[in-house]
């Protein structure tokens, strides 16, 4: 997943939307993207403490050390990627999209089914889901498109562009659910895989 991220920023055409809050204060407040990254995670468990109060179970803030492992992480794909220049090309910017998309897709395919430990995200909208009463799909694209409308605003009042929301952030909204289900239609029919193990975390 943060390779996919890391290709994202690549493109220059935008990242995904769940790193659009992490890459806005990268681009705006000059913070580095790893750690921007860990402080975003570490912020939406403490939402998730304030929505679930006494409800929130204490081994859910095994995100934060989670969100840790995944911030250094992105910062260790952003570093591996650095021999590839940025794209200026919008063939060459497309290109890092898709497999931005790729990878990302099949990172959520890889950590959903063992219903370990949910990202930091994937813990926030749970939470929304169970206060609100929400499917958790409607939760994620009301929760992505936050993300992303908050990025633009902050972008755009702060550095007067778009940031880290791009034609490539609406692509990957769009494209990293169904390049899911065509990676979870591929991998089904492997003897003593189960598709229905993909599917978000309840928190249980």
């Known amino acids: 997943m943060t390779v996919g991220i890391a290709f994202s920023i690549k493109s220059n055409l935008g990242v995904s939307p769940v790193s659009t809050i992490p890459y806005t204060m990268t681009v705006v407040w000059g913070i580095e993207i790893g750690m921007a990254t860990i402080i975003f995670h570490c912020s939406l468990v403490v939402l998730q403490i304030l929505l679930l109060r006494k409800s929130f179970q204490y081994k859910q803030l095994l995100q934060v050390p989670v969100g840790i492992v995944f911030g250094y992480f992105t910062s260790f794909s952003v570093y591996l990627l650095s021999f590839i220049p940025s794209s200026s090309n919008i063939i060459i910017s497309l290109i890092y999209i898709a497999i931005s998309i790729v990878a990302i897709a099949f990172g959520i395919f890889l950590y959903l089914p063992p219903k370990l430990i949910p990202l930091a995200g994937e813990g926030a909208m749970a939470a929304i889901s169970i206060v609100s009463g929400m499917p ?69």
């Open 136 to 204: 958790f799909e409607k939760v994620k694209i009301c929760f992505d498109t936050s993300m992303v409308v908050i990025s633009l605003i902050i972008c755009l009042a702060m550095i007067r562009s778009l940031g880290s929301v791009g034609i490539g952030t609406i692509i990957s909204a769009f494209l990293v659910g169904s390049t899911l289900k065509l990676i979870i239609s591929i991998f089904k029919h492997f003897k003593g895989y189960n598709p229905m193990l993909i599917k978000p975390n309840d928190n249980s």
